[in-house]
């Protein structure tokens, strides 16, 4: 079992910029590490994701504005978010995935205000 805790979150201005993390309880450097996000009245889709070996991927909406990186010598997976708007506003999860299985934090909201 894996426990993940994402932290961060909270209250900014658009043009702003927060850094989530998301903490696990044991080493994840053999896992995939993907952002999610979901919006009320809206289905939770996937934000970033960085491969064990560091690959990264973004979704069109956030390309260029937010980077997901990993310390593995600290159990972290982060995400930087730039140059936010009001429709980043969600409640942000991280998701690990290795191996068939899959665990998730319990999510840190985000609100940007315009």
């Known amino acids: 079992q894996v426990q993940l805790v994402e932290s961060g979150g909270g209250l900014v201005q658009a043009g702003g910029s927060l850094r989530l993390s998301c903490a696990a309880s044991?080493?994840?450097?053999?896992?995939?590490v993907d952002w999610y996000r979901q919006a009320p009245g809206k289905q939770r889709g996937m934000v970033a994701a960085?491969?064990?070996?560091?690959?990264?991927n973004y979704a069109d909406s956030v390309k260029g504005r937010f980077t997901i990186s990993r310390d593995n010598t600290k159990n972290t997976v982060y995400l930087q978010m730039n140059s936010l708007k009001p429709e980043d506003t969600a409640v942000y999860y991280c998701?690990?995935?290795?191996?068939?299985?899959?665990?998730w934090g319990q999510g840190t909201q985000v609100t940007v205000s315009s």
């Open positions: 044991r080493s994840i450097s053999f896992a995939g």
């Open positions: 998701n690990a995935h290795a191996y068939g299985s899959e665990y």
């Open positions: 960085i491969t064990s070996g560091g690959t990264t």
